[in-house]
Protein backbone atom coordinates (compact mmCIF):
# COMPACT_ATOMS: atom_id res chain seq x y z
CA UNK A 1 0.00 0.00 0.00
CA UNK A 2 1.47 3.56 -1.38
CA UNK A 3 2.11 6.10 1.60
CA UNK A 4 3.48 9.26 1.23
CA UNK A 5 4.88 11.35 3.99
CA UNK A 6 6.01 14.61 4.22
CA UNK A 7 8.19 16.17 6.84
CA UNK A 8 8.32 18.53 9.09
CA UNK A 9 4.59 19.28 9.37
CA UNK A 10 5.02 23.04 9.47
CA UNK A 11 7.88 25.41 8.23
CA UNK A 12 8.20 29.15 8.94
CA UNK A 13 10.93 31.11 7.11
CA UNK A 14 11.77 35.05 6.65
CA UNK A 15 10.12 36.66 3.39
CA UNK A 16 13.34 36.17 0.51
CA UNK A 17 14.17 32.75 1.74
CA UNK A 18 14.70 30.07 -0.77
CA UNK A 19 13.08 26.94 0.68
CA UNK A 20 12.98 23.41 -0.32
CA UNK A 21 9.90 20.85 0.73
CA UNK A 22 10.37 17.39 0.93
CA UNK A 23 8.12 14.38 0.23
CA UNK A 24 8.89 10.50 0.25
CA UNK A 25 6.79 8.23 -1.02
CA UNK A 26 7.09 4.26 0.12
CA UNK A 27 6.06 2.61 -3.52
CA UNK A 28 8.11 3.98 -6.79
CA UNK A 29 5.80 2.09 -8.80
CA UNK A 30 4.15 5.39 -9.40
CA UNK A 31 2.26 6.93 -12.65
CA UNK A 32 2.67 10.97 -11.90
CA UNK A 33 3.25 12.75 -8.73
CA UNK A 34 1.33 16.01 -8.15
CA UNK A 35 2.06 19.25 -6.18
CA UNK A 36 -0.42 20.79 -4.72
CA UNK A 37 -1.21 24.11 -2.71
CA UNK A 38 -4.17 24.60 -0.22
CA UNK A 39 -4.90 27.97 1.37
CA UNK A 40 -7.40 27.72 4.54
CA UNK A 41 -10.47 26.66 3.66
CA UNK A 42 -10.06 26.52 0.58
CA UNK A 43 -9.62 23.84 -2.85
CA UNK A 44 -6.41 22.19 -3.98
CA UNK A 45 -4.59 24.16 -6.53
CA UNK A 46 -1.95 21.88 -8.84
CA UNK A 47 1.20 23.70 -9.06
CA UNK A 48 3.07 21.07 -10.38
CA UNK A 49 2.96 17.85 -12.43
CA UNK A 50 5.87 15.42 -12.91
CA UNK A 51 5.14 11.98 -14.82
CA UNK A 52 7.06 9.15 -13.88
CA UNK A 53 9.62 9.67 -17.01
CA UNK A 54 10.64 12.85 -15.84
CA UNK A 55 12.99 14.42 -13.70
CA UNK A 56 11.88 17.44 -12.88
CA UNK A 57 9.15 20.38 -13.77
CA UNK A 58 9.35 24.15 -13.40
CA UNK A 59 6.77 27.31 -12.99
CA UNK A 60 8.10 30.37 -12.15
CA UNK A 61 9.45 30.72 -9.06
CA UNK A 62 8.98 26.41 -8.35
CA UNK A 63 10.44 24.07 -9.27
CA UNK A 64 10.18 20.23 -8.34
CA UNK A 65 12.40 17.57 -8.45
CA UNK A 66 11.45 13.65 -8.95
CA UNK A 67 13.37 10.24 -8.26
CA UNK A 68 11.42 7.61 -8.71
CA UNK A 69 13.78 5.04 -7.34
CA UNK A 70 14.62 6.53 -4.20
CA UNK A 71 10.59 7.74 -4.00
CA UNK A 72 11.54 10.99 -3.10
CA UNK A 73 10.37 14.50 -4.83
CA UNK A 74 11.47 18.10 -3.88
CA UNK A 75 9.73 21.14 -4.26
CA UNK A 76 12.15 23.93 -4.36
CA UNK A 77 10.67 27.93 -3.97
CA UNK A 78 13.44 30.47 -4.41
CA UNK A 79 12.41 34.27 -2.88
CA UNK A 80 9.56 32.85 -0.70
CA UNK A 81 7.07 35.70 -0.27
CA UNK A 82 4.21 35.92 2.15
CA UNK A 83 1.72 35.07 -0.26
CA UNK A 84 3.46 31.74 -0.85
CA UNK A 85 1.73 31.25 2.97
CA UNK A 86 -0.10 27.89 2.58
CA UNK A 87 -0.11 24.14 3.26
CA UNK A 88 1.58 22.21 0.18
CA UNK A 89 0.87 18.65 -0.07
CA UNK A 90 2.56 15.74 -2.03
CA UNK A 91 0.07 13.03 -4.16
CA UNK A 92 1.22 10.47 -6.04
CA UNK A 93 -1.04 8.40 -9.05
CA UNK A 94 -0.73 4.84 -9.07
CA UNK A 95 0.85 3.14 -11.80
CA UNK A 96 -2.08 0.90 -12.39
CA UNK A 97 -3.66 3.68 -14.81
CA UNK A 98 -3.82 7.17 -15.89
CA UNK A 99 -7.33 7.23 -13.88
CA UNK A 100 -6.31 5.56 -11.08
CA UNK A 101 -6.33 7.23 -7.58
CA UNK A 102 -4.28 9.73 -5.99
CA UNK A 103 -2.39 8.95 -2.48
CA UNK A 104 -1.88 12.23 -0.57
CA UNK A 105 0.66 13.40 2.69
CA UNK A 106 -0.48 15.52 5.13
CA UNK A 107 0.82 18.45 3.73
CA UNK A 108 3.56 20.99 5.26
CA UNK A 109 2.17 24.61 6.61
CA UNK A 110 4.90 27.49 4.95
CA UNK A 111 4.26 30.36 7.01
CA UNK A 112 7.07 33.36 5.44
CA UNK A 113 7.16 35.61 7.59
CA UNK A 114 7.45 39.81 6.29
CA UNK B 1 -9.71 30.02 -16.30
CA UNK B 2 -12.70 27.41 -15.89
CA UNK B 3 -13.30 25.92 -12.55
CA UNK B 4 -14.82 22.80 -10.83
CA UNK B 5 -17.78 24.32 -8.99
CA UNK B 6 -18.75 22.78 -5.49
CA UNK B 7 -22.61 23.38 -4.03
CA UNK B 8 -23.28 23.67 -1.14
CA UNK B 9 -20.02 24.86 0.68
CA UNK B 10 -21.81 23.91 3.90
CA UNK B 11 -23.93 21.78 4.98
CA UNK B 12 -25.57 20.72 8.35
CA UNK B 13 -27.34 17.43 8.48
CA UNK B 14 -28.73 15.38 11.66
CA UNK B 15 -27.60 11.67 11.55
CA UNK B 16 -29.56 9.11 9.51
CA UNK B 17 -30.03 11.80 6.95
CA UNK B 18 -29.82 11.33 3.49
CA UNK B 19 -27.20 14.44 1.95
CA UNK B 20 -26.33 14.88 -1.78
CA UNK B 21 -23.15 16.89 -2.77
CA UNK B 22 -23.26 18.39 -5.87
CA UNK B 23 -20.24 18.99 -8.68
CA UNK B 24 -19.89 20.83 -12.14
CA UNK B 25 -17.29 19.63 -13.11
CA UNK B 26 -14.77 21.60 -16.18
CA UNK B 27 -16.84 20.85 -19.31
CA UNK B 28 -14.57 19.12 -21.38
CA UNK B 29 -13.01 16.89 -19.08
CA UNK B 30 -13.96 13.00 -19.17
CA UNK B 31 -12.49 12.08 -15.83
CA UNK B 32 -14.15 12.48 -12.38
CA UNK B 33 -13.33 11.83 -8.47
CA UNK B 34 -14.47 12.36 -5.25
CA UNK B 35 -12.41 12.96 -1.96
CA UNK B 36 -12.22 13.93 1.28
CA UNK B 37 -10.53 15.47 3.75
CA UNK B 38 -11.41 15.06 7.38
CA UNK B 39 -10.25 18.08 9.79
CA UNK B 40 -6.31 17.45 10.29
CA UNK B 41 -5.91 14.26 8.31
CA UNK B 42 -4.78 13.41 4.79
CA UNK B 43 -7.13 14.00 1.65
CA UNK B 44 -8.88 10.29 1.10
CA UNK B 45 -9.57 9.28 -2.29
CA UNK B 46 -13.15 8.10 -2.22
CA UNK B 47 -14.38 7.06 -5.57
CA UNK B 48 -13.15 7.81 -9.74
CA UNK B 49 -15.81 8.03 -12.81
CA UNK B 50 -15.21 7.87 -16.29
CA UNK B 51 -17.32 6.82 -19.58
CA UNK B 52 -20.49 6.78 -16.97
CA UNK B 53 -19.55 4.32 -14.66
CA UNK B 54 -17.74 3.86 -11.26
CA UNK B 55 -13.35 2.93 -12.05
CA UNK B 56 -12.48 2.77 -8.80
CA UNK B 57 -14.01 3.06 -5.22
CA UNK B 58 -12.31 2.96 -1.73
CA UNK B 59 -13.17 0.69 0.97
CA UNK B 60 -14.39 4.34 2.19
CA UNK B 61 -17.20 4.08 -0.51
CA UNK B 62 -19.55 1.61 0.89
CA UNK B 63 -22.73 1.12 -0.22
CA UNK B 64 -23.96 3.77 1.52
CA UNK B 65 -22.02 6.10 -1.11
CA UNK B 66 -23.38 6.38 -4.66
CA UNK B 67 -22.16 8.71 -7.34
CA UNK B 68 -24.12 9.75 -10.40
CA UNK B 69 -23.42 12.05 -13.50
CA UNK B 70 -27.59 12.88 -14.43
CA UNK B 71 -27.45 15.44 -17.11
CA UNK B 72 -23.86 15.53 -18.58
CA UNK B 73 -22.62 18.28 -16.51
CA UNK B 74 -23.26 17.55 -13.01
CA UNK B 75 -21.75 14.76 -11.03
CA UNK B 76 -23.18 14.18 -7.46
CA UNK B 77 -22.03 12.43 -4.55
CA UNK B 78 -24.78 10.48 -2.33
CA UNK B 79 -24.67 9.68 0.94
CA UNK B 80 -27.59 7.37 2.21
CA UNK B 81 -27.79 7.51 6.12
CA UNK B 82 -24.78 10.12 7.31
CA UNK B 83 -23.06 9.29 10.09
CA UNK B 84 -21.05 11.22 12.66
CA UNK B 85 -17.68 10.20 11.34
CA UNK B 86 -18.51 10.93 7.81
CA UNK B 87 -18.08 14.65 8.80
CA UNK B 88 -15.18 15.99 6.63
CA UNK B 89 -14.68 18.21 3.60
CA UNK B 90 -15.67 16.91 0.36
CA UNK B 91 -13.66 17.46 -2.88
CA UNK B 92 -14.53 16.85 -6.01
CA UNK B 93 -12.16 16.92 -8.75
CA UNK B 94 -12.25 16.74 -12.45
CA UNK B 95 -9.59 15.92 -15.16
CA UNK B 96 -9.42 15.89 -19.34
CA UNK B 97 -6.54 13.24 -19.86
CA UNK B 98 -6.52 11.54 -17.00
CA UNK B 99 -3.15 10.57 -15.95
CA UNK B 100 -1.55 13.24 -18.73
CA UNK B 101 -3.10 16.14 -17.00
CA UNK B 102 -2.97 17.36 -13.45
CA UNK B 103 -6.18 17.33 -11.35
CA UNK B 104 -8.19 20.09 -10.89
CA UNK B 105 -9.97 20.61 -7.47
CA UNK B 106 -13.30 22.38 -6.50
CA UNK B 107 -13.44 24.22 -3.02
CA UNK B 108 -15.14 21.35 -1.61
CA UNK B 109 -18.57 21.37 0.50
CA UNK B 110 -17.86 21.24 4.98
CA UNK B 111 -20.18 17.92 5.60
CA UNK B 112 -21.22 18.64 9.20
CA UNK B 113 -23.25 15.19 10.66
CA UNK B 114 -25.01 15.88 14.09
Known amino acids: KQEVTQIPAALSVPEGENLVLNCSFTDSAIYNLQWFRQDPGKGLTSLLLIQSSQREQTSGRLNASLDKSSGRSTLYIAASQPGDSATYLCAVKGATGANSKLTFGKGITLSVRP | EPEVTQTPSHQVTQMGQEVILRCVPI?????FYWYRQILGQKVEFLVSFYNNEISEKSEIFDDQFSVERPDGSNFTLKIRSTKLEDSAMYFC????????????FGNGTRLTVT
Open chain 2, 93 to 104: ASSDTGGYSPLH
Open chain 2, 27 to 31: SNHLY
